[in-house]
């Protein structure tokens, strides 16, 4: 089971958060392309929520990946994150998503995954 679903196209920054989310008791699975994590979802495997850059680089975006990841699981909670200040033009969030702006906080980061309801081996504090 993971708790976390990290998708990152950059690995310096996908060990930087991976350590901060494992630090704070959160079980990673992490994901380097969008492919491997659909990969990781579609296989059925129990996880809390994808955390997702939305540029990663060629083919789809975060959006996209979370998108097609719903197909199968419906319920899915997202937190987004990007070096701008806001998602793009015409993509709102729904109810189980969320965006950070790059650089963020591990505060910022644990807050905002507390407001999704994922907490470390998914139970709440």
Known sequence: MCDVLLLEDHPEV???????LELRGFTVQVCGTAEAALAYLRSGAPCQVIL?????????DGFAVV???RRARPGLRALYYSGHARPPAGRGL?????????????????ELLAELGVWPGGAAP
């Not at 996908?14 to 901060?20: G, K, S, T």
């Not at 729904?94 to 644990?110: D, I, T, V, W, Y």
């Open 94 to 110: 729904g109810e189980n998503e969320r965006f950070l702006e790059k650089p963020f906080s591990r505060l910022a980061l644990f």
């Open 14 to 20: 996908l060990d930087l958060v991976q350590a901060a």
């Open 52 to 60: 997702s850059d939305i540029d990663l680089g060629r083919g789809m």
């Open 67 to 69: 998108d097609e990841a």
